[in-house]
């Protein structure tokens, strides 16, 4: 059900099924929410996360290390595909974390991001009242062209990327605050599905795909269409 605002599982099954066994670092990965996707979807992941009590929870899924993505614990190359989600606001030292995600993805490798944007003027208002978002401080606001040539300046192509999420992680605060709201999801998914396209522009959050420079590792015609809503692949540029 949710699938259809989060659009990017979609993409990243495709990627990650597409090279069984990949060796993936989830930078920031809390108690392992993603972790348990990227190994249902066949990869090898492996976490990292600041606090030690998001980490303990993340062991019981795969493998997990307390640091931070400005000074990442891996050897130059160690990894296939970088996942960073929601992350970089929260990052003291941006370049760092840019720097030290390239360094570990071997030549070829990709780095999927998620990330809120400023293009939502909801997200605009949410920063202003709460400054930080579950204790962590928040050290970068992004508008979502901006974070696409933050890629780019740090040495990756951008290959796809879109905005998502024009109003339901506002209505979603309802039933993660009263858990019997839950039975209202799919009414509040499907007011997401059908303000997407005229609100577009203010999506709240973005996905992005970005490459190492070098020879592919993962092969990208299926989910390079996917990502591409079906309709035949143009490359970014």
């Known amino acids: 059900m949710k699938e259809r605002v989060f659009r990017y599982r979609a993409i990243e099954k495709r990627i990650v099924a597409s090279r069984p066994g990949a060796a993936i670092l989830d930078v920031g990965c809390g108690p392992g929410d993603n972790l348990t996707r990227l190994l249902r979807y066949g990869g090898r992941p492996r976490g990292i996360d600041p606090d030690l009590g998001r980490v303990r929870n993340a062991v019981a899924i795969s493998p997990a290390l307390v640091a931070q993505g400005e000074k990442l614990p891996w050897a130059d190359e160690s990894f296939e595909m970088v996942y960073i989600s929601h992350v970089l606001h929260h990052a ?17 490798g990709l780095l999927m991001a998620l990330e809120t944007v400023e293009d939502s003027p909801i997200i605009r208002l949410a920063r202003w009242i709460r400054p930080k978002w579950e204790g962590d401080d928040v050290f970068n606001r992004f508008w979502y062209d901006e974070l696409l040539q933050t890629f780019r300046e740090h040495g990756f192509e951008v290959l796809q990327s879109d905005k998502f999420n024009c109003i339901y992680f506002a209505l979603e605060l309802f ?21 997407r396209k005229p609100l577009h522009r203010y999506s709240a959050h973005c996905w992005v795909i970005a490459q190492k420079p070098g020879e592919p590792l993962f092969p990208n015609s299926e989910w390079m269409q996917e990502a591409n809503g079906g309709r035949p692949v143009i490359r970014q540029a």
């Open 92 to 108: 003291t030292d941006l370049g760092a974390v840019m720097r030290e995600a390239r360094r570990v993805l071997a030549p070829g």
């Open 175 to 195: 039933p993660l605050t009263f858990r019997p709201f839950e039975i209202f999801t799919p009414l509040f998914v499907g007011i997401e599905v059908l303000l």
